[in-house]
Nanobody
Framework: QVQLEEAGGGLVQAGGSLRLSCAAS????????MGWFRQPPGKEREFVAG????????YYVGSVKGRFTISRDNAKNTVYLQMNILKPEDTAVYYC????????????????WGQGTQVTVSS
């Protein structure tokens, strides 16, 4: 079992930055692909970014490319999402998730989820 806990959410003005972290416990995540997802109010959960087990392969949804950066520190059992130039449409609950093998963009493919952290971007 892998337990995931997100932190770093909050309220920020448009154009600002936040850094989310996802700390894992119970098992090392070095063999897990990791993903960040978000769920805006009244909408379905959507893929934001993913990182391979090695950290060499990064994946982003088009709307965040160039603004968000996913990274991982396997020694700390932690994954990060640096979010810059935030926009009101980035407002959502952000979740990290883990699955074996490769990154996918489908939430149902992931085995472990955190409880989420709220990100609110004001205009």
């Amino acid at each position: 079992q892998v337990q995931l806990e997100e932190a770093g959410g909050g309220l920020v003005q448009a154009g600002g930055s936040l850094r989310l972290s996802c700390a894992a416990s119970g098992r090392t995540i070095e063999n897990y692909a990791m993903g960040w997802f978000r769920q805006p109010p009244g909408k379905e959960r959507e893929f934001v970014a993913g990182i391979s087990t090695s950290g060499n392969d990064l994946y982003y949804v088009g709307s965040v490319k160039g603004r968000f950066t996913i990274s991982r520190d396997n020694a700390k059992n932690t994954v990060y999402l640096q979010m810059n130039i935030l926009k009101p449409e980035d407002t959502a609950v952000y979740y990290c998730a883990a699955r074996r093998l490769r990154v996918t963009t489908t939430p149902a493919d992931y085995d472990y989820w955190g409880q989420g952290t709220q990100v609110t971007v004001s205009s």
